[in-house]
């Protein structure tokens, strides 16, 4: 409020800009299309990029627009928001890339295209939100962005996961709906990072703050797919490739999981959260869908499927470190946004991948997969082995702070689901990395889709290559200044000393 | 003593009008109707609203009259004596079916009871209101009239009066709405009956003359353009009756002339004035009297105008039928 | 009392008497034209006795020529309807007999 | 109240349309629809011009014949009814633009459709009448206008389910203008004034009021299809023509609720009680679930539309309980009473851009299926991407979904709810927001599967496409100025007001 | 005098009730116009005697325009009946 | 009793049969004369009510109001007439179907 600046404005109209437009350009430009898209994407990357520059020098981003009352509109730059931006908008120009490759002589590329952007919108908008109000928008928005996402394939089973989807994200948009306004009723407006408000409050309205937690953590929740609110991901199943890895890594059950996050940290505090015994309910719940999700994992052979039960279970670390108070355990979580996104991407690029070039979906039609493409399969291997918790990948170093932190914190039965999960994960990763490398291939099966020499077309490989390696470098490098672990730490030290 | 009338006259007027909603004949239905606005008109005159009398026995009585034994022509094929049999049947039938509305019925009638009885005690609780009496005396000599309710009608409140005269047209316009323009084509057949020719012939100057004495003394009396309008509209319902339609007589643009011309002129006046004063409707006081005799006729012959012309299209509507019939 | 005044309850009770004949008769006559008949005939009359009787009670040049005037055009009208509704309702049974026979 | 500036706008805004509609009375289909657009466009341009004013100068008046009240007529066009007037003006102007080129698009095929220029545009002048009213009488008047006008433009059709329709709504809202007019005359009878800023000082609480209060109530609950009275509604929505439905949802209802709000505000504040609030309230939230219902339950587009404006009529009506205050509460402590006057302003203004865009949506893919069955929707977007555009964002902010005005709506709605401490209204909201999301994407669903099998299709102008977007979209634009537009408003005599409940000398301050 | 008035404008009204006996009676339609006649004609009786009565000659204009209209009544009833037969037959 | 309280009294007893007779009444002619006896209702409820505060003359504005009144209801019959006949015409319908 102190400085406005257009800055965050722009990063938000960078890819709605090129929505618009390619929701009016005709089918058969493709080129203006591509270029459209790559240069929103390009620019989001750069302008987070700059404004991360400025950040670090101590230089505040703020927008606000006042639209009634105390209804106000609020864009602000904060490490946290900072953070989760750069990760939706880097993970978003690998899946713009991924995407053009995987739709290549699709359908309704046009609208297809437009709601991706959109999409990414309503996730950078959740970033950089300065306010409850506009959280809520955005995360309003993101639901009827992806919607047409989820259908893109028309078939009546897109159209039957539609609905599941809206039904449960309108649901919970309406739970949260009641909980901001009610929030706004007893607080004022929030912005977040405005701990004192609540601290001040809860004294005189701890019953009233008390359900309105509960009312928001569900709305959530939904998006988080905390059980019993995942219903709706596994059925999602049906989108195309991009759109699960988009859904599931980047956009909509990471706004989920950084509400929580905001909302713990940034609207209640962890201090009061605490106290009121909130964070124990959300550990538990956690803890159980960890253990749950997982255990479904096991038993799917569809290959998406099995991702996505993976993605239930992964989410809830992010809730689970928010859950148990402690740095070291906040570094965990917030670091778990990122690492989960690269290496759910991954993975479900390489799905992408095998059902484009081969057409399968099923893990049982895996065998031998890995000597026909061995690049995408090594990403994927890499990428299992971090969800697993194997040194030195990504997932390692989240799982690593996540049980420091328990221990330091007391709860030791936490370690005890982070074992339990990490065995499970292996039990249901281990047989499609042994498949795929160590078992013969049932018969010899000619690729539908191979563009020169490589094992598949460019743009499906480049972008899952890259995401493979950079969820090894999150790990190896996590030490170094400006790693994601670092960034992390340094967030979560700065909650704690508040 | 004078109150026996009075009594009378209410008993009469709800029974009248109780008698009209339950009279299983259609035809009765509109017959007591008709009483029922003579009553009325008699209510009018014995509460000193002349003004209301004469309009409540042209406009209500006689105008919705000739439209309601028009429309009597469309709806009662079961009227005529040979069909009453079939009434009978009809009527067993209807009782058969009211048994299951007993239930809606009674509510309604036990509401009504008790809207009734929360009316008559607020109607009769009525705080002393003063009124306008006073204000309206004060005013009445820069009004440009001496008839205080013509003062009130073309000057005080002009701009209600304005938008009654639009309703007429609209109500003109919202029956061509239903019907089609029906009025400028020619009807299929003319009444030969040579008595009637001898009463129209002698009712027309009758009608017209009455009606401009009416407008006329409406500055200082009742009477006015509403009343004079009416009568004259009787004129072309007449000529209507006798096989002489007017409109089918006239080109579009002078019907549709005749029809505005009131709307538009008072309006146009308004403005006029509004560019000298401040006010739309503002006279000044001196010419006020002439202007408001210039308004109320060009008033009267648009009202003629639109009454002819809302019973005329209506007669007519029928012409179109077959067509219709076709295409259902 | 004003001799004028004499002579209008005079002629008002007379005008009375005429309108309860024709109301009895519109009651009691057993078919149309004999109602058709008394009403027109006696209420006319009665109506010209209580026009008579105002006028004389008023007594005032231009009431009274408006009460004429009024006289006479209901005279003139209901003759007119009487005719009228006579030959509509003879017609009617013309018909109606036409319609019997063939 | 004659202190304020004297202004000619008022009388304009009534005067250029009637005189237009009267204009295009003299020409024949193609020059008729010419002098209407151009009267419409007229009376847009005079709307935004006379709007300025208001916000320049604030309230101005016009005394008609210069007669100053109680005797004469006086036209007061304050902030709210600058609003109104103004809303009226830009869904009127698109609507106009719309029918333009849809009856000549009809033109090929049926011959046109005369009187709908007159009719509309008599509408228009009645509704700005409406508005700028200040006199009980004359609000009948102009009410009757309005359902006359309404009415006609409902049956232009001409086919016999939307005559029957039209009969229904005409004796409705003829019952529903008697039952007005009934208060008007008991208002009259106790006070001798029909002004509406003097009966405000000077109408005394007592059965006679209560009454008059009761059955003006009545008759626009009628006029305005509030629930138990909202049967006439449906039947005559969904048949009448495309351009006519659009407005007889966006405009004319939103007039009776208009004199509602005014006469509840301003002048029947000594006869208000809480439990008054608490029953109309009442009748809205039955009307939101049962008309949400309603609509869900349906299988032809315009029925869909045409029961959502019952319910969201009813949400309007839910504002009323939040503006009567409970006895001993005063209007400074209410500090919800903004939030309930801006979430009704934006529910009436946001339903009007949301739902015209709505049935001129219906309009067009009516004209290109000749039907208006749901499934005929399937693969809506494939062909008719515009349109499926118009239908989702129109349907995103009924719901109230942000960050349309639909959601500034709610949230205000909701926000007073909580402020006030009548929780119980809240599931209520939430509800009809499932309810209307469950019809609106069932729509959408449909939309985006594909066709079972190739329908006969007609090219549709790309024009009434864009028309019907154009409002959708504008139902998502009002949010931007809502801060400066309720700044405005609270410059209003009515607005931020509540209605105090504590009688006048407490004499009859139970409940 | 004004008792004497009232005993009359009374009397007429009574007539009038009488009167309705036949509207319901019927059985014919010209029995029921024949009735619509009789009411005209003693409202304008009745009107008269008012004018007196209330010395508002005014009246009178009420009684012309009563007149007229029952003339206008009576001649728009037998028309549209006969228009009716003629389209029936 | 006054003689305006009989009229007032006679008009909110018009006013509700009126209303009783437009829900009740069945076909489309009574539903239209049921709307035009509560107008009478109405009416007269104005012009008794001007009757009680007369002076010189009775008050000009309830009758003035009233004939504005008559004029708009009697547009309203005659639009309502016109739907009626014009939905006889083509349906042969003389009620409402589907009422009750």
């Given at each position: 409020?102190?400085?406005?600046?257009?800055?965050?404005?722009?990063?938000?109209?960078?890819?709605?800009?090129?929505?618009?437009?390619?929701?009016?350009?005709?089918e058969?430009?493709?080129?203006?299309r591509?270029?459209l898209?790559?240069?929103?994407?390009?620019?989001?990357v750069?302008?987070i990029?700059?404004?991360?520059?400025?950040y670090?020098?101590?230089?505040?981003?703020t927008?606000?627009?006042?639209?009634?009352?105390?209804?106000?509109?609020?864009?602000?730059v904060?490490?946290?928001?900072?953070?989760?931006?750069?990760?939706?908008?880097?993970?978003?120009?690998?899946?713009?890339?991924?995407?053009?490759?995987?739709?290549?002589?699709?359908?309704?590329r046009?609208?297809?295209?437009?709601?991706?952007?959109?999409?990414?919108?309503?996730?950078?908008?959740?970033?950089?939100?300065?306010?409850?109000?506009?959280?809520f928008?955005?995360?309003?928005?993101?639901t009827?962005?992806t919607y047409?996402?989820?259908?893109?394939?028309g078939?009546d089973?897109?159209v039957?996961?539609g609905?599941?989807?809206?039904?449960?994200t309108?649901?919970?948009?309406?739970?949260?709906?009641?909980?901001v306004?009610?929030?706004?009723?007893?607080?004022?407006p929030?912005?977040?990072?405005?701990?004192?408000?609540?601290?001040?409050?809860i004294?005189?309205?701890?019953?009233?703050?008390?359900?309105l937690?509960?009312?928001?953590?569900?709305?959530?929740?939904?998006?988080?797919?905390i059980?019993?609110?995942?219903?709706?991901?596994?059925?999602?199943m049906?989108?195309?490739?991009?759109?699960?890895?988009?859904l599931?890594?980047?956009?909509v059950?990471?706004?989920?999981?950084?509400?929580i996050?905001?909302?713990v940290?940034?609207?209640?505090?962890?201090?009061?959260?605490?106290?009121?015994?909130?964070?124990?309910?959300?550990?538990?719940?956690?803890?159980f869908?960890?253990?749950?999700?997982?255990?479904?994992?096991?038993?799917?052979?569809?290959?998406k499927k099995?991702?996505?039960?993976?993605?239930?279970?992964?989410?809830?670390y992010?809730?689970?470190g928010?859950?148990?108070?402690?740095?070291?355990?906040?570094?965990?979580?917030?670091?778990?946004?990122?690492?989960?996104?690269i290496?759910?991407?991954?993975?479900?690029?390489?799905?992408?991948?095998?059902a484009?070039?081969?057409?399968?979906?099923?893990?049982?039609?895996?065998?031998?997969?890995?000597?026909?493409?061995?690049?995408?399969?090594?990403a994927?291997?890499?990428?299992?082995?971090?969800?697993?918790?194997?040194?030195?990948?990504?997932?390692?170093?989240?799982?690593?702070?996540?049980?420091?932190?328990?221990?330091?914190?007391?709860s030791?039965?936490?370690v005890?689901?982070?074992?339990?999960s990490?065995?499970?994960?292996?039990?249901?990763?281990?047989?499609?990395?042994y498949?795929?490398?160590?078992?013969?291939?049932e018969?010899?099966?000619v690729?539908?889709?191979?563009?020169?020499?490589?094992?598949?077309q460019?743009?499906?490989?480049?972008?899952?290559?890259?995401?493979g390696?950079?969820?090894?470098?999150?790990?190896?490098?996590?030490?170094?200044?400006?790693?994601?672990?670092?960034?992390a730490?340094?967030?979560?030290?700065?909650?704690?000393?508040? | 003593?004078?109150?026996?009338?009075?009594?009378?006259?209410?008993?009469?007027?709800?029974?009248?009008?109780m008698?009209?909603?339950?009279?299983?004949?259609?035809?009765q239905?509109v017959?007591?109707?008709?009483a029922f606005?003579?009553?009325?008109?008699?209510?009018?005159?014995?509460?000193?609203?002349?003004?209301?009398?004469?309009t409540?026995?042209?406009i209500?009585?006689?105008?919705l009259?000739?439209?309601?034994?028009?429309?009597?022509?469309?709806?009662?094929?079961?009227?005529?004596?040979?069909?009453?049999?079939?009434?009978t049947?009809?009527?067993?039938?209807?009782?058969?079916?009211?048994?299951?509305?007993?239930?809606?019925?009674?509510?309604l009638?036990?509401?009504?009871?008790?809207?009734?009885?929360?009316?008559?005690?607020a109607?009769?609780?009525i705080?002393?209101?003063?009124?306008?009496?006073?204000?309206?005396?004060?005013?009445?000599?820069?009004?440009?009239?001496?008839?205080p309710?013509?003062?009130?009608?073309?000057?005080f409140?002009a701009?209600?009066?304005?938008?009654e005269?639009?309703?007429?047209?609209?109500g003109?316009?919202?029956?061509?709405?239903?019907?089609?323009?029906?009025?400028?084509?020619?009807?299929?057949a003319?009444?030969?009956?040579?008595?009637?020719?001898?009463v129209?012939?002698?009712f027309?100057?009758v009608l017209?003359?009455?009606?401009?004495?009416?407008?006329?003394?409406?500055k200082?009396?009742?009477?006015?353009?509403?009343?004079?309008?009416?009568?004259w509209?009787?004129i072309?319902i007449?000529?209507?009756?006798?096989g002489i339609?007017?409109?089918?007589?006239?080109?579009?643009?002078?019907?549709?002339?005749?029809?505005?011309l009131g709307?538009?002129?008072f309006?146009?006046?308004?403005?006029?004035?509004m560019?000298?004063?401040?006010?739309?409707?503002e006279?000044?006081?001196?010419?006020?009297?002439?202007?408001?005799?210039?308004?109320?006729t060009?008033?009267?012959?648009?009202?003629?105008a639109?009454?002819?012309?809302?019973?005329?299209?209506?007669?007519?509507?029928k012409?179109?039928?077959?067509?219709?019939t076709?295409?259902? | 009392?004003?001799?004028?005044?004499?002579?209008?309850?005079?002629?008002l009770?007379?005008?009375?008497?005429?309108?309860?004949?024709?109301?009895?008769?519109?009651?009691?006559?057993?078919?149309?034209?004999?109602?058709?008949?008394a009403?027109?005939?006696?209420d006319?009359?009665g109506?010209?006795?209580?026009?008579?009787?105002?006028?004389?009670?008023?007594?005032?040049?231009?009431?009274?020529?408006?009460?004429?005037?009024?006289w006479?055009?209901?005279?003139?009208?209901?003759?007119t309807?009487?005719?009228?509704?006579?030959?509509?309702?003879?017609e009617?049974?013309?018909?109606?007999?036409r319609?019997?026979?063939? | 109240?004659?202190?304020?500036?004297?202004?000619?706008?008022?009388?304009?805004?009534?005067g250029?349309?009637?005189?237009?509609?009267t204009?295009?009375?003299?020409?024949?289909?193609?020059?008729?629809?010419?002098?209407?657009?151009?009267?419409?466009?007229?009376?847009?341009?005079?709307?935004?011009?006379a709007?300025?004013?208001?916000?320049?100068r604030?309230?101005v008046i016009?005394?008609?014949?210069?007669?100053?009240?109680?005797?004469?007529?006086?036209?007061?066009?304050?902030?709210?009814?600058?609003?109104?007037?103004?809303m009226?003006a830009?869904?009127?102007?698109?609507?106009?633009?719309?029918?333009w080129?849809?009856?000549?698009?009809?033109?090929?095929?049926?011959g046109?459709?005369?009187?709908?220029?007159?009719?509309?545009?008599?509408?228009?002048?009645?509704?700005?009448?409406?508005?700028?009213?200040?006199?009980?009488?004359?609000?009948?008047?102009?009410?009757e206008?309005?359902?006359?006008?309404a009415?006609?433009?409902?049956?232009?059709?001409?086919?016999s389910t939307?005559?029957?329709?039209?009969?229904?709504y005409?004796?409705?809202?003829?019952?529903?203008?008697?039952?007005?007019?009934?208060?008007?005359?008991?208002?009259?009878?106790?006070?001798?004034?029909l002004?509406?800023?003097?009966?405000?000082?000077?109408?005394?609480?007592?059965t006679?009021?209560?009454?008059?209060?009761?059955?003006?109530?009545?008759?626009?609950?009628?006029?305005?299809?509030?629930?138990?009275?909202?049967?006439?509604l449906?039947?005559?929505?969904?048949?009448?023509?495309?351009?006519?439905?659009?407005?007889?949802?966006?405009?004319?209802?939103?007039?009776?609720?208009y004199?509602?709000?005014?006469?509840?505000?301003?002048?029947?504040?000594?006869?208000?009680?809480?439990?008054?609030?608490?029953?109309?309230?009442?009748?809205g939230?039955i009307?939101?679930?049962?008309?949400s219902?309603?609509?869900f339950?349906q299988?032809?587009?315009?029925?869909?539309?045409?029961?959502?404006?019952?319910?969201q009529?009813?949400?309007?009506?839910?504002v009323f309980?939040?503006?009567?205050?409970?006895?001993?509460v005063?209007?400074?402590?209410?500090?919800?009473l903004?939030?309930?006057?801006?979430?009704?302003?934006?529910?009436?203004?946001?339903?009007?851009?949301?739902?015209?865009?709505?049935?001129?949506?219906?309009?067009?893919?009516?004209?290109?299926?000749?039907?208006?069955?749901?499934?005929?929707?399937?693969?809506?977007?494939?062909?008719?991407?515009?349109?499926?555009?118009?239908?989702?964002?129109?349907?995103?902010?009924?719901?109230?979904?942000?960050?349309?005005?639909?959601?500034?709506?709610?949230?205000?709605?909701?926000?007073?709810?909580?402020?006030s401490?009548?929780?119980?209204?809240?599931?209520?909201?939430?509800?009809?927001?499932?309810?209307?999301?469950?019809?609106?994407?069932?729509?959408?669903?449909?939309a985006?599967?594909?066709?079972?099998?190739?329908?006969?299709?007609?090219?549709?102008?790309?024009?009434?496409?864009?028309f019907a977007?154009?409002?959708?979209?504008?139902?998502f634009?009002?949010?931007?100025?809502?801060?400066?537009?309720?700044?405005?408003?609270?410059?209003?005599?009515?607005?931020?007001?509540?209605?105090?409940?504590?009688l006048k000398?407490?004499?009859?301050?139970?409940? | 005098?004004?008792?004497?008035?009232?005993?009359?404008?009374?009397?007429?009204?009574l007539?009038?009730?009488?009167?309705?006996?036949?509207?319901?009676?019927?059985?014919?339609?010209?029995?029921?116009?024949?009735?619509?006649?009789?009411?005209?004609?003693?409202?304008?009786?009745?009107?008269?005697?008012?004018?007196?009565?209330?010395?508002?000659?005014?009246?009178?204009?009420?009684?012309?325009?009563?007149?007229?209209?029952?003339?206008?009544?009576?001649?728009?009833l037998v028309?549209?009946?006969?228009?009716?037969?003629?389209?029936?037959? | 009793m006054?003689?305006?309280?009989?009229?007032?009294?006679?008009?909110?007893?018009?006013?509700?049969?009126?209303?009783?007779?437009?829900?009740?009444?069945?076909?489309?002619?009574?539903?239209?004369?049921?709307?035009?006896i509560?107008?009478?209702?109405v009416?007269?409820?104005?012009?008794?009510?001007?009757?009680?505060?007369a002076?010189?003359?009775?008050?000009?504005?309830p009758?003035?109001?009233?004939?504005?009144?008559?004029?708009?209801?009697?547009?309203s019959?005659?639009?309502?007439?016109?739907?009626?006949?014009?939905?006889?015409?083509?349906?042969?319908?003389?009620?409402?179907?589907?009422?009750k």
């Amino acid at each position: 409020m102190e400085t406005t600046s257009l800055l965050p404005l722009l990063i938000i109209i960078s890819s709605i800009i090129p929505g618009v437009l390619i929701l009016l350009l005709r089918e058969e430009q493709v080129a203006l299309r591509t270029f459209l898209n790559l240069f929103g994407a390009v620019a989001k990357v750069s302008l987070i990029g700059w404004v991360f520059a400025g950040y670090l020098r101590g230089e505040e981003y703020t927008f606000s627009y006042n639209l009634a009352l105390d209804l106000t509109f609020s864009l602000r730059v904060d490490q946290l928001g900072l953070f989760f931006a750069a990760l939706s908008s880097v993970l978003w120009l690998v899946t713009t890339l991924y995407a053009i490759g995987y739709l290549e002589g699709g359908q309704h590329r046009r609208r297809f295209f437009a709601f991706f952007s959109l999409c990414v919108t309503a996730s950078t908008g959740i970033a950089l939100s300065g306010n409850v109000v506009t959280f809520f928008i955005f995360y309003e928005f993101l639901t009827l962005s992806t919607y047409p996402l989820v259908v893109h394939r028309g078939t009546d089973k897109a159209v039957k996961a539609g609905r599941t989807y809206l039904w449960y994200t309108i649901g919970g948009g309406t739970v949260l709906f009641l909980g901001v306004v009610g929030l706004y009723v007893v607080a004022g407006p929030i912005y977040f990072g405005q701990t004192e408000i609540i601290a001040n409050l809860i004294s005189v309205y701890p019953t009233q703050l008390t359900i309105l937690f509960f009312l928001m953590l569900v709305g959530l929740g939904v998006k988080a797919a905390i059980f019993p609110l995942h219903g709706w991901l596994p059925v999602s199943m049906v989108a195309p490739a991009p759109v699960s890895a988009l859904l599931h890594a980047v956009a909509v059950v990471k706004a989920g999981a950084f509400g929580i996050v905001r909302l713990v940290y940034d609207v209640y505090g962890i201090g009061i959260a605490e106290q009121m015994n909130f964070l124990s309910v959300l550990a538990v719940f956690a803890a159980f869908t960890i253990i749950y999700g997982s255990l479904r994992a096991l038993y799917q052979d569809d290959f998406k499927k099995r991702l996505a039960f993976s993605t239930v279970s992964q989410l809830s670390y992010i809730a689970l470190g928010v859950a148990i108070p402690g740095v070291l355990t906040s570094t965990g979580a917030i670091v778990h946004l990122v690492h989960q996104g690269i290496m759910k991407i991954t993975m479900f690029f390489t799905a992408g991948n095998i059902a484009e070039t081969y057409g399968y979906y099923k893990i049982s039609q895996l065998n031998g997969i890995g000597r026909r493409m061995p690049l995408t399969m090594g990403a994927f291997t890499i990428a299992a082995f971090g969800m697993i918790g194997l040194p030195p990948i990504a997932g390692f170093i989240s799982k690593w702070y996540l049980g420091l932190g328990a221990v330091e914190a007391g709860s030791y039965w936490v370690v005890l689901v982070l074992l339990a999960s990490s065995a499970l994960n292996a039990a249901y990763f281990l047989p499609i990395v042994y498949r795929a490398w160590f078992c013969e291939p049932e018969h010899e099966v000619v690729p539908q889709l191979r563009s020169g020499r490589l094992e598949t077309q460019a743009l499906l490989l480049i972008p899952v290559v890259v995401t493979g390696i950079l969820s090894l470098a999150a790990g190896v490098f996590a030490a170094m200044a400006g790693s994601p672990l670092s960034i992390a730490r340094e967030i979560a030290e700065k909650l704690y000393l508040l | 003593m004078s109150i026996l009338i009075d009594i009378l006259l209410a008993i009469l007027g709800v029974y009248l009008a109780m008698q009209s909603l339950l009279a299983s004949r259609l035809s009765q239905s509109v017959f007591l109707f008709f009483a029922f606005g003579l009553a009325l008109a008699l209510a009018w005159v014995r509460l000193g609203a002349v003004d209301v009398a004469i309009t409540e026995a042209a406009i209500a009585a006689g105008f919705l009259g000739v439209l309601f034994l028009d429309a009597l022509r469309d709806f009662s094929p079961r009227d005529t004596e040979e069909q009453q049999n079939l009434t009978t049947v009809q009527n067993s039938l209807s009782r058969k079916e009211s048994k299951s509305l007993l239930l809606p019925r009674l509510a309604l009638v036990l509401g009504l009871g008790l809207f009734l009885l929360i009316a008559l005690e607020a109607v009769w609780k009525i705080p002393e209101g003063g009124g306008l009496t006073a204000a309206a005396e004060t005013l009445l000599p820069e009004s440009g009239v001496e008839h205080p309710v013509t003062a009130v009608l073309l000057n005080f409140r002009a701009y209600d009066t304005w938008l009654e005269i639009g309703v007429i047209l609209l109500g003109l316009l919202a029956v061509f709405a239903v019907g089609g323009i029906q009025i400028y084509r020619k009807p299929i057949a003319a009444a030969d009956d040579p008595l009637m020719r001898q009463v129209i012939l002698f009712f027309t100057p009758v009608l017209f003359l009455f009606g401009a004495f009416l407008l006329y003394i409406g500055k200082s009396g009742p009477g006015g353009a509403f009343q004079a309008g009416v009568l004259w509209g009787a004129i072309g319902i007449l000529l209507h009756f006798g096989g002489i339609p007017v409109y089918s007589w006239v080109p579009r643009w002078l019907g549709h002339l005749l029809l505005t011309l009131g709307l538009v002129f008072f309006l146009l006046l308004g403005f006029l004035f509004m560019a000298a004063g401040d006010n739309l409707f503002e006279y000044p006081p001196a010419y006020a009297g002439l202007l408001i005799l210039i308004v109320e006729t060009l008033a009267a012959i648009s009202i003629a105008a639109a009454l002819t012309a809302i019973f005329a299209n209506l007669n007519q509507m029928k012409k179109e039928q077959p067509n219709d019939t076709a295409q259902k | 009392m004003m001799i004028k005044e004499v002579i209008a309850i005079i002629l008002l009770v007379v005008g009375c008497f005429f309108f309860l004949a024709g109301t009895i008769g519109v009651l009691r006559f057993p078919d149309l034209f004999s109602r058709l008949h008394a009403l027109t005939k006696a209420d006319n009359l009665g109506l010209g006795f209580i026009a008579a009787g105002m006028a004389v009670y008023i007594a005032s040049p231009l009431a009274a020529l408006k009460i004429f005037f009024i006289w006479l055009f209901t005279l003139l009208a209901s003759s007119t309807s009487c005719y009228l509704i006579a030959r509509f309702q003879k017609e009617q049974e013309q018909s109606k007999n036409r319609k019997e026979q063939g | 109240m004659t202190e304020l500036p004297i202004s000619p706008y008022p009388a304009l805004l009534v005067g250029l349309p009637i005189l237009m509609a009267t204009l295009s009375l003299f020409f024949r289909t193609r020059g008729e629809a010419l002098v209407g657009l151009i009267g419409a466009l007229l009376t847009t341009g005079l709307a935004i011009m006379a709007f300025v004013e208001v916000v320049q100068r604030g309230a101005v008046i016009h005394i008609l014949g210069g007669w100053e009240p109680p005797l004469g007529i006086l036209l007061r066009m304050d902030p709210l009814a600058a609003v109104f007037i103004g809303m009226t003006a830009l869904v009127g102007v698109f609507i106009s633009l719309y029918a333009w080129r849809y009856f000549r698009a009809l033109e090929t095929t049926t011959g046109g459709l005369p009187l709908f220029w007159p009719l509309w545009l008599f509408l228009w002048a009645g509704l700005n009448g409406l508005f700028l009213s200040n006199d009980l009488f004359n609000l009948f008047v102009t009410i009757e206008v309005i359902g006359i006008c309404a009415v006609a433009l409902a049956v232009l059709s001409g086919k016999s389910t939307a005559l029957s329709a039209g009969l229904r709504y005409l004796l409705a809202a003829i019952t529903g203008s008697m039952a007005y007019l009934f208060g008007v005359a008991l208002i009259y009878g106790s006070t001798g004034t029909l002004d509406l800023g003097l009966l405000g000082q000077v109408l005394e609480p007592g059965t006679t009021t209560t009454f008059a209060l009761l059955v003006i109530t009545l008759g626009l609950m009628i006029k305005m299809a509030g629930f138990p009275f909202h049967f006439w509604l449906p039947p005559a929505h969904s048949s009448a023509l495309a351009p006519v439905s659009a407005l007889l949802s966006a405009l004319v209802v939103k007039g009776a609720f208009y004199i509602l709000l005014r006469l509840w505000m301003e002048v029947f504040g000594v006869s208000l009680t809480y439990a008054a609030g608490q029953f109309i309230g009442i009748a809205g939230a039955i009307a939101v679930i049962w008309g949400s219902w309603q609509a869900f339950m349906q299988t032809s587009l315009k029925l869909i539309v045409a029961h959502s404006s019952v319910a969201q009529l009813g949400y309007l009506l839910m504002v009323f309980p939040l503006l009567i205050l409970a006895p001993g509460v005063t209007a400074d402590s209410a500090d919800w009473l903004s939030s309930a006057w801006t979430a009704g302003i934006y529910q009436v203004i946001s339903h009007a851009f949301a739902k015209a865009s709505f049935f001129l949506s219906a309009g067009i893919i009516i004209m290109a299926l000749g039907h208006d069955r749901i499934e005929s929707l399937r693969d809506l977007v494939g062909h008719m991407r515009i349109t499926a555009m118009a239908i989702g964002i129109a349907g995103v902010s009924l719901i109230g979904l942000p960050p349309s005005g639909g959601f500034m709506a709610k949230w205000m709605l909701l926000k007073g709810i909580f402020l006030s401490g009548q929780w119980w209204w809240a599931p209520v909201v939430l509800a009809g927001s499932l309810l209307t999301a469950g019809y609106v994407f069932m729509l959408l669903r449909l939309a985006f599967a594909p066709a079972r099998e190739k329908e006969p299709f007609r090219p549709v102008p790309k024009s009434l496409e864009v028309f019907a977007l154009l409002l959708a979209l504008g139902s998502f634009l009002i949010v931007f100025p809502a801060d400066s537009l309720i700044q405005f408003l609270e410059s209003s005599e009515v607005f931020g007001t509540g209605v105090e409940s504590i009688l006048k000398g407490g004499v009859h301050g139970n409940n | 005098m004004d008792v004497f008035f009232i005993i009359v404008s009374v009397f007429l009204l009574l007539n009038i009730v009488l009167g309705l006996v036949r509207v319901w009676r019927g059985p014919t339609v010209a029995d029921r116009l024949l009735t619509t006649q009789l009411f005209g004609t003693t409202s304008i009786a009745i009107l008269l005697v008012m004018a007196g009565y209330l010395e508002e000659l005014t009246l009178l204009n009420v009684a012309i325009t009563f007149n007229v209209l029952a003339v206008l009544l009576v001649i728009g009833l037998v028309q549209v009946w006969k228009k009716k037969k003629g389209e029936t037959r | 009793m006054e003689i305006y309280q009989i009229y007032s009294l006679t008009s909110a007893i018009l006013f509700v049969i009126g209303l009783g007779g437009v829900f009740a009444a069945r076909h489309f002619i009574k539903k239209i004369i049921a709307t035009i006896i509560m107008g009478g209702g109405v009416f007269l409820c104005f012009v008794s009510f001007a009757q009680r505060d007369a002076l010189t003359f009775a008050d000009p504005v309830p009758h003035a109001l009233v004939i504005t009144g008559i004029v708009v209801a009697v547009a309203s019959a005659a639009f309502a007439l016109a739907l009626a006949r014009r939905i006889y015409q083509l349906t042969g319908e003389e009620s409402f179907t589907n009422d009750k």
